[in-house]
């Protein structure tokens, strides 16, 4: 019954390579975010989708690409992968785009060899 | 570009004592909020303060607002083993603008 979930939790994968992280919320929330905690613990908002649309869009490399199937799920694929996306990446949730009150998985860490 | 700026970096206490922390903020804001990172999790909520509140309180929680000076402290009382996290200020400034957060603050409690 967890209210915002990741997969995988780890991920380890050579430099060049494809992969996808996937998030999902069970508290009936509108908007959904991605976010990139690098190894200095900075957070750093990427990607913001509202309703499968997207509303938020930092400056992310072309390779980032999130997709959104339905309200529920923000999925983030990562093409090409480089050794400087080594970092720990976090799906959050909130009820609407105006609330600011978020709901955050446990995480991905993805360390590019 | 960062907005809130936690100070200490990091903080060592006993078990017992106060913890305070604080948050400085570069521009208005409409709300600032307090969330804690426990090691290897994902950051859960704690407390959202608005522009025209002062001060709030949660449990063992209080933290306050000065706006005139663009800060904000968060206070733990009475500190437990378990409150050892990460604690990150973050503030937005208008309906749809993303969270901005801090680095945070390293607390450790030792019991």
């Known amino acids: 019954d967890t209210a915002v979930s990741q997969t995988p939790k780890y991920l380890v994968t050579q430099m060049g390579n494809d992969k996808s992280i996937k998030c999902e919320q069970n508290?009936?929330?509108?908007?959904m975010y991605w976010y990139k905690q690098d190894s200095k613990k900075f957070l750093k908002i990427m990607f913001s989708y509202n309703n499968k649309e997207l509303i938020i869009n930092e400056t992310v490399p072309n390779r980032f690409s999130p997709k959104s199937p339905d309200k529920a799920h923000l999925n983030l694929h990562i093409n090409s992968l480089e050794l400087g996306d080594s970092a720990v990446y976090f799906c959050?949730?909130?009820?609407?785009?105006?609330?600011?009150?978020?709901?955050f998985g446990p995480g991905t860490r993805l360390l590019v060899l | 570009s960062q907005q809130g700026e936690e100070d200490p970096q990091a903080l060592s206490i006993q078990e017992g004592e106060n913890a305070t922390m604080n948050c400085s903020y570069k521009?208005?804001?409409?709300?600032l909020q307090w969330y804690r990172q426990n090691s290897g999790r994902g950051l859960v909520h704690l407390i959202l303060i608005r522009s025209n509140e002062r001060e709030k309180h949660s449990g063992r929680l209080r933290v306050t607002l000065d706006t005139s000076k663009k800060s904000s402290s968060l206070l733990i009382t009475a500190s437990r083993a378990a409150d050892t996290a990460s604690y990150f200020c973050a503030t937005d400034n208008s309906g749809n603008t993303p969270l901005v957060f801090g680095k945070g603050t390293r607390l450790s409690v030792i019991a």
């Open positions: 521009t208005s804001i409409n709300n």
């Open positions: 959050a949730s909130s009820q609407d785009r105006r609330s600011k009150t978020q709901y």
């Open positions: 508290l009936g929330h509108d908007t």
